[in-house]
């Protein structure tokens, strides 16, 4: 069993910056591919970007090139830089984990966050 527990959501104006961080425990966390996936209010759960444990980096194409995801095995913790924000990023961010990789596919993850809200004002 894994816990996922996020922190770092809140309200920007646009172009503005959040770092989220999501943190892991109960299982060994370098095996894991981790996530982060997000809904915004009517839509549906989609995905952001992932880092599975050789540190190659996989984002959604809304995101490339604003957002970074990166991860710290010494500290079990995963993190996603956004830059630029838009309207359109505002949503609930939910860290993801898997014992498979991600692929972007909501069917292959394994454990979610409780979720962090992201609202970017206009």
């Known amino acids: 069993q894994v816990q996922l527990v996020e922190s770092g959501g809140g309200v920007v104006q646009a172009g503005g910056s959040l770092r989220l961080s999501c943190t892991a425990s109960?299982?060994?966390?370098?095996?894991?591919?981790m996530g982060w996936f997000r809904q915004a209010p009517g839509k549906e759960r989609e995905f952001v970007a992932s880092i599975p444990w050789n540190k190659n980096t996989y984002y959604a194409d809304s995101v490339k090139g604003r957002f970074t995801i990166s991860r710290l095995n010494t500290k079990n913790t995963v993190y996603l830089q956004s830059d630029s924000l838009e309207a359109a990023d505002t949503a609930v961010y939910y860290c993801a984990a898997a014992s498979r990789p991600i692929s972007g596919m909501i069917a292959n993850i394994d454990y979610w966050g409780q979720g962090t809200q992201v609202t970017v004002s206009s």
């Open positions: 109960g299982r060994t966390f370098s095996s894991l591919d």
